[in-house]
Antibody
Framework: EVQLVQSGAEVKKPGESLKISCKGS????????IGWVRQMPGKGLEWVGM????????RYSPSFQGQVTISADKSISTAYLQWSSLKAPDTAMYYC??????????????????WGKGTTVTVSS | SYELTQPPSVSVSPGQTASITCSGD??????ASWYQQKPGQSPVLVIY???KRPSGIPERFSGSNSGNTATLTISETQAMDEADYYC??????????FGGGTKLTVL
C-alpha cells in the first residue's frame, strides 16, 4: 500500500525556523515527484512545490518561491518542507502529495494521486 | 499567472445530477483533475486526465474538459458526496494551480 506519513503538529513563534517531513513507502520513492500543498484555516488548496528525489529537480509555485525550501533524502525516502523564518500567515495545514506525470500531445502535466494526512503548523507569539 | 475559477457553492437534491465547473484560459488544452475533500480529511483524487477515474472511485463521477471549461459531473448524487471539490491543472509557467473550490451541498 502506498503511504505518505507526515511528521506531527508544530507550534512555533514568528522568526523561528522549521522543517517538516513526509516519508513515502509502498512505492519506488525516487521515481515519483513529491510535493506540498498548503491549506490555510477555512480556505482552499494552494500548491507549494515539488521535488523529484531521483535527481533533486525542484519546482516551486511563484507564490512560494523564495519563501520555503523543498528537499528530499532518497536514502530514507523522505521529503521535507522548510522555513528559515516563520510568519503568522504560515499558519496552515500542509499536505504532502505524490505527483504523477502524464504526457499529452508532447506536453507533460502533473496531478496528485496520493495525499498524506497533513501536518498542522501554528505560528503564534 | 494562470488561474482557475470555480463557483463557491452548488446544491443538488439526492439522486439528481450535480455539475461543478472550472474555468481557465484554454483549459481544454491542459489536463484537468478533480479532488474531493470532506471536513477534517485529506483530499482524494476523483478524476484525472480530464475524464479518468482512479480505482475505487464510483462510476457516478465523470469529467469532461473542452474550450475554457472543465466539468465534474456526479450522477445519482448521494449524501456521502457532500464535500468540497477542487479542480487542478498544470501550467508551464505557473506550475500546478488549484481552483478556489466548490462546496457541494446535498439537500
Amino acid at each position: 500500500e502506498v503511504q505518505l506519513v507526515q511528521s506531527g503538529a508544530e507550534v512555533k513563534k514568528p522568526g523561528e525556523s522549521l522543517k517538516i517531513s513526509c516519508k513515502g513507502s509502498g512505492y519506488t520513492f525516487i521515481t515519483y515527484w513529491i510535493g506540498w500543498v498548503r491549506q490555510m484555516p477555512g480556505k482552499g488548496l494552494e500548491w507549494v512545490g515539488m521535488i523529484y528525489p531521483g535527481d533533486s529537480d525542484t519546482r516551486y509555485s511563484p507564490s512560494f518561491q523564495g519563501q520555503v525550501t523543498i528537499s528530499a533524502d532518497k536514502s530514507i525516502s523522505t521529503a521535507y518542507l522548510q522555513w528559515s523564518s516563520l510568519k503568522a500567515p504560515d499558519t496552515a495545514m500542509y499536505y504532502c502529495a505524490r505527483h504523477r506525470a502524464i504526457t499529452v500531445a508532447g506536453s507533460t502535466h502533473y496531478y496528485i494521486d496520493v495525499w498524506g494526512k497533513g501536518t498542522t503548523v501554528t505560528v503564534s507569539s | 499567472s494562470y488561474e482557475l475559477t470555480q463557483p463557491p457553492s452548488v446544491s443538488v437534491s439526492p439522486g439528481q445530477t450535480a455539475s461543478i465547473t472550472c474555468s481557465g484560459d484554454k483549459l481544454g488544452d491542459k489536463c484537468a483533475s478533480w479532488y474531493q475533500q470532506k471536513p477534517g480529511q485529506s483530499p482524494v483524487l476523483v478524476i484525472y486526465q480530464d475524464n479518468k477515474r482512479p480505482s475505487g472511485i464510483p462510476e457516478r463521477f465523470s469529467g469532461s474538459n473542452s474550450g475554457n471549461t472543465a466539468t465534474l459531473t456526479i450522477s445519482e448524487t448521494q449524501a456521502m458526496d457532500e464535500a468540497d471539490y477542487y479542480c487542478q491543472a498544470w501550467d508551464s509557467t505557473t506550475a500546478s494551480v488549484f481552483g478556489g473550490g466548490t462546496k457541494l451541498t446535498v439537500l
